[in-house]
């Protein structure tokens, strides 16, 4: 599983909505690459942002 699919399968398990800290810290991925990970997804419209600086898996 690569970073992009952990990133992912921590939002889609998560009931609420996430830092990019507590991703990292779930994931294990340095944060600075989650970011990079998180902003590819929010340009995708994969990410809602419900309060600032938290996201979550956009529901379809």
């Given amino acids: 599983m690569d970073n992009k699919d ?3 399968q921590a939002f889609q398990a998560s009931a609420k909505a ?3 800290s507590q991703v990292a810290q779930a994931t294990g991925v340095d944060k600075k690459e989650v970011d990079k990970i998180m ?3 929010k340009k995708e419209g994969k990410l809602e ?3 600032a600086c938290f996201w979550q898996w956009k529901k379809a």
Avoid: H
């Fill in 49 to 51: 942002s419900p309060k």
């Fill in 6 to 8: 952990k990133v992912i």
């Fill in 18 to 20: 996430l830092s990019a």
């Fill in 39 to 41: 902003g590819a997804l």
